[in-house]
Antibody
Framework: DVQLLDSGGGLVQPGGSLRLSCAASGFTFIDFGMHWVRQAPGKGLEWVSSISGSGDDTYYADSVKGRFTISRENSKNVLYLQMNSLRAEDTALYYC??????????WGQGTMVTVSS | QSVLTQPPSASGTPGQRVTVSCSGSTSNIGIKTVSWYQQLPGMAPKIIIYNTNRRPSGVPDRFSGSKSGTSASLAISGLQSEDGADYFCAAWDDSLDGYVFGTGTKVTVL
């Protein structure tokens, strides 16, 4: 089965850091660009970041640029999101998603990040 | 921020046809393909339309997508009770160098 499993969320103080992970299985990981999408409680979806299959190309939403870093370890089929200088407005459910045919065809179950003192 | 605008809500009775619009610009919908996602409460989004008008395997053919200029639409014909959910559109934006999502539409089956 094609599957993404998000993990690493939790409660962190403003200014703190957290690293999210997304374990992929059931497909050839290096063949696909991967993305992080977040959803604040009761709100809509917001694209956060993306990385190409090789890891050479990365993109970020303006809201996280300079604070978040996306990376991947293709030998382990894992996607990461390093989040630094966290703010209250970063509180959200974070999903990893696979991109295929210009669409997010597979989603993880989400991992919750809460930024609060 | 959401760059694609959707109506907050839409509704219909079982069997009716419901349409959800998604308004963008020349840097996204005007030049890129659109995808649509269904999100049930407490669940991750699920893809229902890709490349503007293609349905993934397993998605009922009562769901269809289209685009005209800088706007896209999702149509649900023969509305069923299980179609009650939030729906989001998405597209790549060349100006922002990133994906943008719609504001979301809650579809209610009366």
């Amino acid at each position: 089965d094609v599957q993404l499993l998000d993990s690493g969320g939790g409660l962190v103080q403003p200014g703190g850091s957290l690293r999210l992970s997304c374990a992929a299985s059931g497909f050839t990981f290096i063949d696909f660009g991967m993305h992080w999408v977040r959803q604040a409680p009761g709100k809509g979806l917001e694209w956060v970041s993306s990385i190409s299959g090789s890891g050479d190309d990365t993109y970020y939403a303006d809201s996280v640029k300079g604070r978040f870093t996306i990376s991947r370890e293709n030998s382990k089929n894992v996607l990461y999101l390093q989040m630094n200088s966290l703010r209250a407005e970063d509180t959200a459910l974070y999903y990893c998603a696979r991109l295929d045919n210009n669409a997010f065809d597979i989603w993880g179950q989400g991992t919750m990040v809460t930024v609060s003192s | 921020q959401s760059v694609l605008t959707q109506p907050p809500s839409a509704s219909g009775t079982p069997g009716q046809r419901v349409t959800v619009s998604c308004s963008g610009s020349t840097s996204n919908i005007g030049i890129k393909t659109v995808s649509w996602y269904q999100q049930l409460p407490g669940m991750a989004p699920k893809i229902i339309i890709y490349n503007t008008n293609r349905r993934p395997s397993g998605v009922p053919d009562r769901f269809s997508g289209s685009k005209s200029g800088t706007s896209a639409s999702l149509a649900i014909s023969g509305l069923q009770s299980e179609d009650g959910a939030d729906y989001f559109c998405a597209a790549w934006d060349d100006s922002l160098d990133g994906y943008v999502f719609g504001t979301g539409t809650k579809v209610t089956v009366l």
